[in-house]
């Protein structure tokens, strides 16, 4: 072995890469810590936009009448608890009897769909049958209907029936699987779930319902709960259908019963209507804070809404 | 435990044919092994027993019972996942238990069971963990519990060990052995490793393209190859094949191969034609043989055991020789190399073997 | 045969629901829509037949149904893109660079929840009110605001504001779609100094353009569907001076104000062949975007 200058050379000249190459990185760190930083400005101020009207409908169900418009602040200069309390007895009836209203239509719906959809996606996702592609295109297709084009024969059908003014065309329709973006959410989760475990449970004595009580459900809580709270939201926001076929105020639902705050426009009760609007959405937010993740991954596993 | 008969058993997709008119008979207490390379319909017919694939053709019997049209629940037979297949949101116990308890076994009896297999696998302190708490091999175990809690006649295993390291494979291997040996109940395993399907096996059936090439037991397919699939796919390192010449002469046929002298053997009984000559590379010798050529030593491949010579023949056909001598070898030294004639194996054209027809008049 | 029914029996049994509401509520009523389409029907004697006539007045006589389309058109060509471009935009931010990103992501996600909702569509009327928010705003900024909700000049903008405020799905989309970008490309082209701009459209646009497609059409056939919000800032009649009167809300009110049952379903059916043309673009282009990881060897 010869050590010699150039063996020498070669080692300062390395010592030089490295620190030329420290200091490179040192300022890619700087520059990518001021572009982070830039980054949550340009971003914290976006979202203070996105949520500003929010805070303003929360603010203004606390101010005076006289202070809601002309002032941009946050802040009321007096609590006006008031607006709620009277609020919810503005109208003919009581919003006791909106919530409750909702929140039946609301819990048989959520339902409904979890159950129908349910068996639907089990079976285009996990059973072998005549037809499967068939019908998973028709399903598929249903999806793009828009609920105008078959909203008119639907509203005959159930007035024949004599269902209009009651909640039956509301939930009957999603104990049917009516929703097809469910069917679609479930299908994606349950394909994803390995095919021997049916398998190995149809050796271990399953049936096919015993397969998708035992096995695929519990396995799919994560997309049965994304499921519930995306359909829990719709139906608590739902608002056509329920214009349609609720005529009595003693049956109408939350969004109807804000509507009627409008109709009455000009007798200045927008503190109470905000109250109103703000409460209408505290269960919709509640459960998005609650859920939000379920929320993000039903999202991007399914691709839509 | 039952035997299992297969007859003209076939699998069609559509047009496409996985499985044609296949015959076969596995004997009660039997373990059989289903080798062949990838998308050779082992795992099919594997899963056409177990009634988890339709069947296109023909009848498949458990017991002498025709059970084409029972589902997989009544067919008595337990069957262990390449995937494992756990019940994920079960405990080991649970996944133990789930199906004893589908099938109405009494809860003392599940108990007596599934405490009985966990003793046998060794898996009792692991009972409460869920399936993602365990390793590999421990998964492996709780998969092989879950079968024979059931008490079934017929085990299904399908590459039970491929997801394995290489060691806990050889472990798995032989408690897999014993657990045959102390059950005894009907196995049927299939596998594209030929090493796991000659130490455990009692027969294996090597499949092709959806039809068998050979059924017999590890030392006949290793010694007695019917064809040159099976030659080439059974034993490790890979058989030598040569093109060679038969010439019949007076009684006796002699055979020329490129690079080696010409040698005369026993009648075969098809004359003059080419064939394909075999022979394994550990019944090739450095030095000496009943039939000796020269060659160049290419590759040397030292495995402590053994050493792997890649010798090239005149001809430029490269032999593999394994030499379990002390000789060290270099790269490009020249080497006498040699086989005896009662190690060749011969196959006509079409890949069929045949036989010399006085095998015990050749030796000289 | 039996054994044709033992397999089959048991899907059948779990799709029972679903084939049900598919005759009873989806089939069913989209072909009586058809047939009503064809008729003029009121609700109080039975359906007429009169041929095309419900389509002849639509096509060349009705000029609020054209007034319809000009709204529902120029609000998907202006509320899509501007949701889309506000999407692909904070998702990027979003994408690159930043450790935590579930608040901002819960935030910008939160109108898309709540923007369906009264509550929202109401808030909205007061935010564009002459003397609304956003008045005040500009006015600090010296900007005399118009009457937004009220003058037909800007009414629409005012719900495309709200369309691009509820910006949240496509994001989360994008934000998929831009996570399954390998890294190891934006390293490449950064060892070899391609700036950012070309990186952007040489690498994130040609290897998002699948998702960007399907958020396209899906944003748009959902913004053909938009009703709710339109319905309550116009007061439920498309004021003013028709400037709000999306095509949803026009067939509403033709249907259940004055109870024309056939011509409304006209009004359907065309919607349907606009949305079924969409889809079909979206289906026929499908295997670029949708990818199943199914069915065994």
């Given at each position: 072995?010869?050590?010699?200058?150039?063996?020498?050379?070669?080692?300062?000249q390395?010592?030089?890469?490295a620190?030329?190459?420290?200091?490179?990185?040192?300022?890619?760190d700087?520059?990518?810590?001021?572009?982070?930083?830039?980054?949550?400005?340009?971003?914290?101020?976006?979202?203070?936009?996105?949520?500003?009207?929010?805070?303003?409908?929360?603010?203004s169900?606390?101010?005076?009448?006289?202070?809601?418009?002309?002032?941009?602040t946050?802040?009321?200069?007096?609590?006006?608890?008031e607006?709620?309390t009277?609020?919810?007895?503005?109208?003919?009836?009581?919003?006791?009897?909106f919530?409750?209203n909702?929140?039946?239509?609301?819990?048989?719906s959520?339902i409904?769909?979890?159950?129908?959809?349910?068996?639907?996606?089990?079976?285009?996702?996990?059973?072998?049958?005549?037809?499967?592609?068939?019908?998973?295109?028709?399903?598929?297709?249903t999806?793009m209907?828009p609920?105008?084009?078959?909203?008119i024969p639907?509203?005959?059908?159930f007035?024949?029936l004599?269902?209009v003014d009651?909640?039956?065309?509301?939930?009957?329709p999603?104990?049917?699987?009516?929703?097809?973006?469910?069917?679609?959410?479930?299908?994606?989760?349950?394909?994803?779930?390995?095919?021997?475990?049916?398998?190995?449970a149809?050796?271990?004595?399953?049936?096919?319902f015993?397969?998708?009580?035992?096995?695929?459900?519990?396995?799919s809580?994560p997309a049965?709960?994304?499921a519930?709270?995306?359909?829990?939201?719709?139906v608590?926001?739902?608002?056509?259908?329920?214009?349609?076929?609720?005529?009595?105020?003693?049956?109408?639902?939350?969004?109807?019963?804000?509507?009627?705050?409008?109709?009455?426009?000009?007798?200045?009760?927008?503190?109470?209507?905000f109250?109103?609007?703000?409460?209408?959405?505290?269960?919709?937010?509640?459960?998005?804070?609650?859920?939000?993740k379920?929320?993000?991954?039903?999202?991007?596993?399914?691709?839509?809404? | 435990?039952?035997?299992?008969?297969?007859?003209?058993?076939?699998?069609?997709?559509g047009?496409?044919?996985?499985?044609q008119?296949?015959?076969?008979?596995i004997?009660?207490?039997?373990?059989?092994?289903?080798?062949?390379?990838?998308?050779?319909?082992?795992?099919?017919?594997?899963r056409?027993?177990?009634?988890?694939?339709?069947?296109?053709?023909?009848?498949?019997?458990?017991?002498?019972?025709?059970?084409?049209?029972?589902p997989?629940?009544?067919?008595e037979?337990?069957?262990v996942?390449?995937?494992?297949a756990?019940?994920?949101?079960?405990?080991?116990?649970?996944n133990?238990?789930?199906?004893?308890?589908?099938?109405?076994?009494?809860?003392?009896?599940?108990?007596?069971?599934?405490?009985?297999?966990?003793?046998?696998?060794?898996?009792?302190?692991?009972?409460?963990?869920?399936?993602?708490?365990?390793?590999?091999?421990?998964?492996?175990r709780?998969?092989?519990?879950?079968?024979?809690?059931?008490?079934?006649?017929?085990?299904?295993?399908?590459?039970p060990?491929?997801?394995?390291?290489?060691?806990l494979r050889?472990?798995?291997?032989?408690?897999?052995a014993?657990?045959?040996?102390?059950?005894?109940?009907?196995?049927?395993?299939?596998?594209h490793?030929?090493?796991e399907?000659?130490?455990m096996?009692?027969?294996?059936?090597?499949?092709?393209?959806?039809?068998i090439?050979?059924?017999?037991?590890?030392?006949?397919?290793?010694?007695?190859?019917?064809?040159l699939?099976?030659?080439?796919?059974?034993?490790s390192?890979?058989?030598?094949?040569l093109?060679a010449?038969?010439?019949?002469?007076?009684?006796?046929?002699?055979?020329?191969?490129?690079?080696?002298?010409?040698?005369?053997?026993?009648?075969?009984?098809t004359?003059d034609?080419?064939?394909?000559?075999?022979?394994?590379?550990?019944?090739?010798?450095?030095?000496?043989g009943?039939?000796?050529?020269?060659g160049?030593?290419?590759?040397?491949?030292?495995?402590g055991?053994?050493t792997l010579?890649h010798?090239?023949?005149?001809?430029?056909?490269?032999?593999?020789?394994?030499?379990?001598?002390r000789t060290?070898?270099?790269m490009?030294?020249?080497?006498?190399?040699?086989?005896d004639?009662?190690?060749l194996?011969?196959?006509?054209?079409t890949?069929?073997?045949?036989e010399?027809?006085?095998?015990?008049?050749?030796?000289? | 045969?039996?054994?044709?029914?033992?397999?089959?029996?048991?899907?059948?049994?779990?799709?029972?629901?679903?084939?049900?509401?598919?005759f009873?509520?989806a089939?069913?009523?989209i072909l009586?829509?058809?047939?009503l389409?064809?008729?003029?029907?009121?609700?109080?004697?039975?359906?007429?037949?009169?041929?095309?006539?419900?389509?002849?007045y639509?096509?060349?006589?009705?000029?609020?149904?054209?007034?319809?389309?000009?709204?529902?058109?120029?609000?998907v060509?202006?509320?899509?893109?501007?949701r889309l471009?506000?999407?692909?935009?904070?998702?990027m931010?979003?994408?690159?660079?930043?450790r935590?990103?579930?608040?901002?992501?819960a935030?910008?996600?939160?109108?898309?929840?709540l923007?369906?909702?009264?509550?929202?569509?109401?808030?909205?009327?007061?935010?564009?009110?002459?003397?609304?928010?956003?008045?005040?705003?500009?006015?600090?900024?010296?900007?005399?605001?118009?009457?937004?909700?009220?003058?037909?000049d800007?009414?629409?903008?005012?719900?495309?504001?709200?369309?691009?405020?509820?910006?949240?799905?496509?994001?989360?989309?994008?934000?998929?779609g831009?996570?399954?970008?390998?890294?190891?490309?934006?390293?490449?082209?950064?060892?070899?100094?391609?700036p950012?701009?070309?990186?952007?459209?040489?690498?994130?646009?040609p290897?998002?353009?699948?998702?960007?497609?399907?958020?396209l059409?899906?944003?748009?056939?959902?913004?053909?569907?938009?009703?709710?919000?339109?319905?309550?800032?116009?007061?439920g009649?498309?004021?003013p001076?028709?400037?709000?009167?999306?095509y949803?809300?026009?067939?509403?009110?033709?249907?259940?104000?004055?109870?024309?049952?056939?011509y409304?379903?006209a009004?359907?059916?065309?919607?349907?062949?606009?949305?079924a043309?969409?889809?079909?673009?979206?289906?026929?282009?499908?295997?670029?975007?949708?990818?199943?990881?199914n069915?065994?060897?």
């Amino acid at each position: 072995m010869k050590t010699s200058a150039t063996d020498l050379e070669l080692a300062i000249q390395m010592d030089e890469a490295a620190r030329v190459a420290h200091e490179l990185r040192l300022k890619r760190d700087r520059q990518e810590r001021n572009g982070r930083i830039l980054k949550h400005i340009f971003l914290i101020i976006v979202s203070c936009v996105m949520l500003y009207p929010l805070f303003w409908l929360l603010a203004s169900s606390f101010k005076p009448e006289n202070e809601i418009f002309g002032s941009l602040t946050l802040w009321p200069s007096e609590f006006q608890f008031e607006n709620y309390t009277k609020g919810w007895y503005a109208l003919p009836m009581s919003f006791t009897v909106f919530y409750v209203n909702s929140a039946i239509v609301t819990g048989l719906s959520v339902i409904g769909n979890l159950v129908s959809c349910s068996f639907a996606a089990y079976a285009f996702a996990r059973l072998n049958f005549t037809g499967r592609s068939f019908f998973f295109a028709l399903m598929m297709m249903t999806l793009m209907i828009p609920y105008h084009v078959v909203l008119i024969p639907q509203y005959v059908q159930f007035l024949n029936l004599g269902w209009v003014d009651t909640y039956l065309p509301l939930v009957v329709p999603r104990f049917l699987a009516s929703d097809a973006f469910f069917i679609f959410l479930m299908v994606q989760f349950f394909r994803q779930l390995p095919r021997e475990l049916d398998e190995a449970a149809m050796i271990d004595g399953c049936s096919p319902f015993k397969i998708y009580w035992a096995i695929i459900l519990p396995l799919s809580l994560p997309a049965m709960g994304t499921a519930a709270i995306f359909s829990l939201i719709w139906v608590w926001e739902d608002f056509l259908a329920p214009l349609i076929y609720l005529n009595d105020i003693k049956s109408y639902t939350v969004p109807l019963a804000l509507r009627l705050f409008l109709d009455q426009e000009g007798q200045s009760a927008y503190g109470q209507m905000f109250a109103m609007s703000v409460l209408s959405l505290v269960p919709v937010v509640i459960f998005f804070v609650l859920f939000q993740k379920l929320i993000v991954r039903g999202i991007a596993t399914s691709g839509m809404k | 435990m039952a035997g299992l008969t297969l007859r003209n058993v076939g699998k069609r997709y559509g047009a496409l044919s996985i499985i044609q008119g296949l015959n076969l008979g596995i004997h009660d207490g039997e373990f059989l092994v289903l080798v062949g390379p990838s998308g050779c319909g082992k795992s099919t017919l594997l899963r056409m027993i177990a009634g988890l694939e339709d069947i296109s053709e023909g009848t498949i019997s458990i017991g002498g019972k025709v059970v084409n049209d029972l589902p997989a629940s009544k067919r008595e037979l337990s069957m262990v996942f390449q995937s494992y297949a756990l019940y994920p949101h079960m405990s080991v116990r649970k996944n133990l238990a789930f199906g004893l308890q589908n099938f109405k076994v009494s809860r003392s009896e599940v108990e007596r069971r599934v405490a009985e297999a966990a003793r046998i696998l060794q898996i009792e302190q692991l009972m409460d963990r869920k399936p993602r708490q365990l390793s590999g091999g421990q998964k492996q175990r709780v998969a092989i519990g879950r079968s024979i809690v059931r008490e079934p006649q017929l085990f299904l295993f399908d590459e039970p060990l491929s997801n394995l390291d290489a060691e806990l494979r050889v472990q798995m291997r032989a408690e897999l052995a014993s657990l045959y040996a102390r059950l005894g109940t009907t196995m049927i395993y299939v596998t594209h490793d030929q090493v796991e399907a000659m130490t455990m096996a009692s027969r294996i059936v090597v499949l092709r393209g959806g039809k068998i090439e050979q059924l017999g037991t590890p030392q006949d397919l290793y010694t007695r190859p019917q064809n040159l699939f099976v030659a080439g796919f059974i034993g490790s390192p890979k058989i030598n094949m040569l093109q060679a010449k038969a010439t019949r002469e007076a009684g006796r046929t002699v055979v020329s191969v490129a690079g080696m002298p010409d040698f005369a053997i026993a009648e075969l009984p098809t004359g003059d034609q080419a064939l394909t000559l075999c022979v394994r590379p550990s019944s090739l010798r450095v030095g000496s043989g009943d039939v000796t050529g020269e060659g160049t030593i290419r590759l040397v491949e030292y495995l402590g055991s053994e050493t792997l010579l890649h010798i090239a023949l005149s001809s430029g056909q490269v032999l593999l020789v394994s030499d379990n001598g002390r000789t060290s070898y270099r790269m490009g030294d020249p080497v006498t190399i040699g086989f005896d004639l009662p190690d060749l194996h011969y196959f006509d054209s079409t890949g069929q073997r045949i036989e010399p027809i006085q095998k015990e008049s050749q030796a000289q | 045969m039996k054994r044709f029914f033992a397999r089959n029996a048991p899907a059948y049994v779990f799709l029972l629901p679903w084939l049900i509401g598919f005759f009873l509520l989806a089939l069913g009523p989209i072909l009586a829509s058809l047939y009503l389409s064809f008729t003029r029907y009121d609700m109080v004697s039975a359906p007429r037949w009169i041929g095309w006539g419900n389509y002849e007045y639509m096509f060349t006589r009705d000029r609020r149904f054209w007034k319809a389309l000009e709204v529902t058109f120029t609000y998907v060509a202006l509320a899509v893109p501007a949701r889309l471009i506000m999407a692909l935009g904070v998702a990027m931010l979003l994408d690159k660079g930043l450790r935590t990103i579930g608040l901002y992501r819960a935030i910008f996600y939160l109108p898309s929840l709540l923007g369906a909702s009264i509550a929202i569509a109401i808030l909205w009327r007061q935010l564009f009110a002459a003397d609304g928010v956003v008045n005040q705003v500009l006015a600090m900024v010296g900007i005399q605001g118009a009457s937004w909700i009220t003058d037909p000049d800007t009414s629409l903008y005012t719900l495309v504001v709200l369309a691009m405020w509820q910006f949240g799905s496509p994001m989360l989309i994008f934000l998929a779609g831009l996570r399954g970008i390998p890294r190891d490309l934006y390293e490449a082209a950064e060892i070899d100094g391609t700036p950012r701009w070309r990186q952007f459209t040489r690498i994130t646009l040609p290897l998002l353009a699948p998702v960007i497609f399907f958020n396209l059409v899906l944003q748009t056939i959902d913004s053909f569907k938009t009703f709710s919000s339109a319905f309550i800032i116009s007061n439920g009649t498309g004021a003013p001076a028709d400037s709000l009167l999306f095509y949803t809300v026009y067939l509403f009110n033709e249907a259940f104000k004055f109870f024309r049952m056939g011509y409304a379903s006209a009004l359907a059916w065309f919607l349907l062949v606009i949305i079924a043309t969409f889809t079909a673009i979206a289906f026929f282009t499908s295997k670029y975007w949708v990818h199943y990881e199914n069915e065994r060897d």
